[in-house]
């Protein structure tokens, strides 16, 4: 309990909240299929939210499957989520206030269940993408649905019901991209 506390004093806007227990069939897909490893260390998340401190407050920032892009307040986000790794950018960020306009222009904005960037909306990780845009430290990558290039089952019975093909190989992102992109730390971990 004290190391939890003392996580959460430390959090500063900016702070990226990574989540790593399945809540559900799509979550379970998104680790199954996207999940690496970087630095020896087993990535397996889910979803990705941005911290957002507003004097003694904290909040969440980010795209959800059943109310798309949302400020949410952090307790209410711990308790829904469960397990959660807290990362911070390298290097100081270069301005927190603009990924926190950026973010908040966002809200409200439908929800992407597709994953690719032609489609309206944003997903946990694209939303993230674009509200650091100016901080140049996430880029797009070529999405997996599978090991080694293939596409599990899952993901072809989830995009046959979106009546789309599956982007895998197609530029986008997932919460275990970004940290393997090597410009994060990672801070500690905050389990409801």
């Known amino acids: 309990m004290e190391g939890r506390l003392l996580i959460l004093i430390s ?5 990226l909240l990574l989540v790593k227990k399945a809540q ?11 999940k690496q490893t970087f630095l020896d260390r087993p990535l397996a998340y889910y979803h990705i939210g941005i911290v957002e401190k507003e004097g003694t407050d904290f909040f969440v920032l980010h795209a959800t499957k059943d109310h798309g892009c949302i400020r949410q307040p952090l307790d209410l986000f711990i308790s829904e989520e469960g397990l959660i790794d807290v990362y911070r950018k390298s290097s100081p960020l270069i301005n927190p206030l603009k990924i926190l306009k950026r ?20 997903y946990c990780s694209d939303y993230v993408v674009n509200a650091f845009k100016d901080e140049n430290i996430f880029h797009l990558s070529p999405m997996v649905f599978g090991p080694n290039g293939s596409v599990l089952p899952e993901w072809q019975q989830y995009y046959e019901n979106l009546d789309l093909p599956v982007p895998n190989g197609q530029l986008g992102s997932s919460p275990n991209s970004l940290i393997s992109q090597g410009h994060l730390k990672f801070i500690g971990a905050i389990n409801s």
């Open 11 to 15: 959090l500063k806007t900016g702070d």
């Open 103 to 122: 973010a908040k222009s966002m809200l409200e904005a439908p929800y992407n269940p597709s994953f690719r960037l032609d489609q309206p909306g944003y």
């Open 24 to 34: 559900n069939k799509l979550s379970e897909m998104i680790i199954r299929g996207t």
